[in-house]
């Protein structure tokens, strides 16, 4: 939530100037071998080559006279043991290991990057020094100061496509733009956005590798935005490091970064469920009557969040107060546990300001909590909400005095955190941290603050899965167990449109949760269409979340009576899948798998899909079109070529390798399951605390091109932190094979140490079974099966049995 962006960008100068003349003097003057490095002298430094694995290379540039910055607040990953040989070819040398290979020219200098003797990247002149000559009085510098910025340029490839650069609307396809890297919010966006809160240093390219530049500090990514093959990053500071990735398929290169940078944590099941969202409930009766609303309206629900009226009767002048305003909310720790005992969890909204009218605002002087300005005092200037100081996150005292108000909450029993204006929304460039000016440190102000959480949890409630909901982070933060969302987007179809590049490209760089607010946030817009499309999308973005400002009704319980029959749909299949949903949080946890997949995943090596976000895979096996246009009757939705693909709702089948127009119904978007998919379901549950698997619903999407498929089901308790890790779960394994007429289905349980399998019974769908099998045999022996001529479905009950392995046979 925000009313309105203050923020201003950083006194950053626009590339004007030209390559100081160091560069074009720089020399090689050797090279040498250490046990885990190549370093490479030059004329005016050294370059430190350094393999994390086959498939991550890591490069530092030390100038002369400096020395290197060890410190990386991305980076996780211990480079390993990496069998790498170092070979001279005429007048070049090669570092490869079987993965990367390293190539330094000697003249001129260069140094390039290859994948299994593919060419991926090359530096095109190195560490540079660029100079503003003609930015005063662009509204990008502070008083028209001009800046020194240092600079590295890559050589494209004319063709490539390239992507990243953090949340932004532009089109999938980035190249062509200059990116501000400056947490800023954007608020009221519609189709298009060049900035928002949540930024990243890294680029992507359509040839399967990353480049990520491991330096927090303000600057620019320019995506060849003057049409001269170029990829340039700049920065006011720090380190001159990067890291190239690369892998056979596009798992694996969002695979090996997120080694590099840190898996996300498996987050609480509740989070996969539905939430009651606005700005905001002003009182305690207007929160429960809400709930309970829900609950007389049969739609499922697992949170209620509150937002900044749960500390203040009004908008401006109590942020900071940090504590339930005991007029509107007199008794907040019952108010909680009877969520609690509705299967509904209570998440509050916190902020990092301070403002001087707030109840905290001396405390949080006297105990030196915040970040101070030039004079030693702390730093306060004038915002929307009032004249405030912003909490110093990056100091011993401000971490430890925010962690007491989150652990007094959690002991309230508020089990979600909400942290808005996290860019900072309002960041003067001479507020100093602890740790650096305001400029140096502003982009990973909400990755320290995510940081701050999930340590604290992990210090004083270590059992638990902390639930972070923010909208600003930095490279890395996933590992923190972020749930980003994207800001304040217009309530328009024109919001509509930009979220599944979005959250797909967010997924890319390794932010999986990436999602919307759903119907829409910023502006009191009432659409019913528009509201019923996004809760339609919704269903198949990481998390269900409807939110907006309070003049029009986000929730759906307080919508017209056919848009919340058709939200309470849409809603209800959510949790029909929360078998399938969990375990793409499991596999997101593992892998780094996103849950929301760009059609490249699926066909790497077709250009017409490079730039696509209309139609994306959900997991591995749905194939989604969200409707994104008013009045909107048909969408051309593109089948990828390795599958057939079969309409969830109709069972109809689509050969691959085409685009179709297709007829749209206004309960469902275009949904289509790949040939070969297992897909387990469930019964809708009030909420997922009263979710269980001791009895799921598998379907089987059967095709005659499908020799052989699998899929997989994770399961655990939904709450314990490192379920997995601990040995408390349970992995069901599903495959099939087809010889001739015989189709056989398995499901074979793995359990860790500590869990225990429980007495489960399966009802199997198999679809598209054109004719009544002649016989079906569960485990072993001869069973009742049902078959319907109308929708070409074979139904099969597999009773429940604490049995590791179960079979069902069928002779087509």
Do not use: C
């Not at 997924?507 to 999602?515: A, D, R, T």
């Not at 749209?664 to 040939?675: E, F, M």
Request: no cysteine.
């Amino acid at each position: 939530m925000t009313i309105n962006s203050f923020a201003t960008l950083t006194a950053l100068s626009l590339l004007a100037g030209q390559a100081a003349a160091q560069n074009a003097d720089r020399k090689f003057d050797g090279i040498t071998r250490r046990d885990n490095h190549l370093e490479v002298r030059t004329s005016d430094g050294a370059y430190l080559i350094k393999p994390y694995s086959t498939g991550i290379v890591e490069t530092t540039f030390v100038p002369k006279g400096e020395s290197v910055d060890p410190s990386s607040h991305a980076v996780v990953l211990a480079p390993a043991e990496v069998k790498a040989t170092l070979k001279q070819k005429g007048g070049s040398y090669e570092y490869a290991t079987s993965g990367i290979t390293v190539t330094i020219s000697k003249s001129p200098f260069r140094i390039a990057y290859a994948y299994k003797g593919k060419p991926l990247v090359a530096e095109k002149r190195g560490y540079i020094h660029v100079q503003d000559d003609v930015a005063k009085g662009s509204k990008d510098i502070n008083k028209g100061e001009a800046r020194t910025l240092e600079a590295i340029e890559f050589a494209l490839d004319k063709n490539e496509a390239l992507y990243g650069a953090g949340s932004r609307a532009v089109g999938m396809d980035r190249r062509g733009h200059r990116f501000t890297l400056y947490n800023k919010a954007n608020y009221g966006y519609g189709d298009r956005s060049e900035l928002m809160g949540y930024t990243m240093p890294i680029a992507l390219s359509s040839k399967m590798y990353a480049i990520h530049f491991d330096n927090p500090q303000t600057g620019y990514l320019d995506f060849d935005s003057k049409k001269n093959n170029s990829l340039t990053y700049e920065a006011i500071g720090g380190r001159k490091t990067y890291q190239v990735i690369a892998g056979d398929t596009w798992e694996d290169v969002v695979g090996n970064y997120t080694s590099l940078t840190g898996k996300q944590p498996l987050p609480p099941r509740w989070a996969f469920g539905n939430f009651a969202m606005r700005f905001g409930y002003h009182n305690e009766k207007e929160a429960v009557d809400t709930v309970n609303k829900f609950i007389a309206e049969d739609i499922p629900l697992d949170a209620v969040v509150f937002d900044l009226y749960w500390f203040g009767k009004e908008v401006k002048g109590t942020m900071g107060n940090l504590a339930w305003d005991k007029d509107s909310f007199p008794n907040p720790e019952g108010m909680i546990a009877d969520f609690k005992s509705k299967g509904v969890q209570t998440v509050v909204i916190t902020e990092p300001f301070v403002v001087d009218t707030s109840r905290r605002w001396q405390e949080a002087v006297d105990k030196q909590v915040l970040a101070t300005g030039p004079d030693g005092k702390p730093m306060t200037y004038d915002f929307f909400f009032g004249h405030t100081g912003i909490i110093d996150i990056f100091s011993k005292q401000g971490k430890d005095w925010y962690w007491d108000i989150y652990k007094g909450l959690r002991q309230q029993g508020v089990t979600g955190v909400w942290g808005d204006l996290g860019e900072p929304e309002m960041h003067p460039t001479e507020t100093r941290h602890a740790t650096g000016m305001a400029d140096q440190v502003h982009n990973i102000y909400g990755h320290q603050w995510a940081r701050l959480v999930a340590e604290g949890y992990q210090q004083d409630f270590p059992a638990e899965r902390p639930f972070i909901l923010m909208r600003s982070g930095y490279s890395g933060t996933q590992r923190y167990g972020i749930i980003p969302w994207s800001g304040d987007v217009d309530r328009g179809w024109g919001g509509l449109q930009s979220q599944p590049e979005i959250s797909l490209q967010m997924g890319m760089q390794g932010v999986g949760y990436m999602h919307s607010d759903l119907g829409g946030f910023a502006n009191p817009v009432l659409d019913n269409e528009l509201y019923t499309r996004w809760l339609q999308y919704g269903v198949f973005q990481p998390v269900f979340r409807p939110h907006a400002q309070e003049e029009v009704p986000s929730e759906p319980v307080y919508r017209e009576q056919r848009t919340k029959a058709l939200a309470r749909e849409a809603i209800r299949l959510r949790y029909r899948m929360l078998p399938y949903n969990y375990t793409l949080g499991f596999e997101n946890n593992q892998q780094g798998l996103p849950l929301m997949r760009p059609m490249l995943y699926e066909e790497p090596g077709n250009a017409k899909v490079r730039a696509m976000s209309s139609t994306y895979l959900w997991g591995k096996d749905f194939l989604v079109t969200p409707v994104l246009k008013q009045g909107q009757t048909r969408a051309d939705v593109y089948f990828p070529a390795r599958s057939a693909w079969f309409d969830f709702y109709t069972g109809e089948k689509q050969s691959g390798g085409a685009t179709r127009s297709i007829e749209l119904a206004a309960d469902h978007v275009p949904v289509y399951v790949r040939a070969g998919a297992f897909v387990p379901m469930a019964k809708v549950v009030q909420t997922t605390r009263d979710y269980n698997t001791r009895h799921i619903e598998l379907h089987y999407w059967h095709d005659a091109s499908v020799r052989a498929s699998s899929g997989k089901m994770y399961d655990d308790d939904g709450l314990t932190a490192q379920a997995y890790e601990q040995g408390k779960y349970e992995l069901l394994h599903f495959t099939s094979k087809l010889q001739g007429k015989a189709l056989s289905l398995q499901v074979n349980s793995e359990v860790g140490k500590q869990y225990q399998r429980p007495d489960r019974g399966i009802t199997l769908t198999v679809h598209t079974v054109t004719a009544p099998p002649s016989s079906v045999r569960v485990d072993g022996k001869v069973a009742v099966f049902g078959w319907d001529d109308k929708t070409f479905q074979l139904t099969v009950d597999l009773p429940a049995s604490d049995a590791a392995n179960r079979s069902v046979d069928i002779m087509l």
